[in-house]
């Protein structure tokens, strides 16, 4: 069965900072892009961060750029984002994607992360 299972969510102090990882069954990531969307109350799903299969060339929204990491153990079939110098306007259901060209595009459940002022 292929799914995608998000970890590493929850509460954190402003200025904290929270790793989460993305374990994928069923399929090998290796072929795939690896994204994470997040999405707050009220709000649209937004892009976060991505990652390309292969030559690994990572891409940020600039909301982000300078604080969170992207990467990927092909090894392990899993993905990270870490998110560092954590603001409460990264409070967020944050959402593991895995997208192929071919056509293929799985999503994860996603993982609260709640950032206290």
């Known amino acids: 069965q292929v799914r995608l299972v998000e970890s590493g969510g929850g509460l954190v102090q402003s200025g904290g900072s929270l790793r989460l990882s993305c374990a994928a069954f069923?399929?090998?990531?290796?072929?795939?892009?690896m994204n994470w969307y997040r999405q707050a109350p009220g709000k649209e799903r937004e892009l976060v961060a991505g990652?390309?299969?292969?030559?690994?060339?990572?891409s940020f929204a600039d909301f982000v750029k300078g604080r969170f990491t992207v990467s990927r153990d092909d090894a392990k079939n899993t993905a990270y984002l870490q998110m560092n110098n954590l603001k409460p306007e990264d409070t967020a259901v944050y959402y593991c994607?895995?997208?192929?060209?071919?056509?293929?595009?799985?999503w994860g459940q996603g993982t609260q992360v709640t950032v206290s002022s």
């Open positions: 994607n895995a997208f192929a060209l071919r056509g293929s595009d799985y």
């Open positions: 990652i390309a299969g292969g030559d690994g060339f990572t």
């Open positions: 069923g399929f090998a990531i290796d072929t795939y892009r």
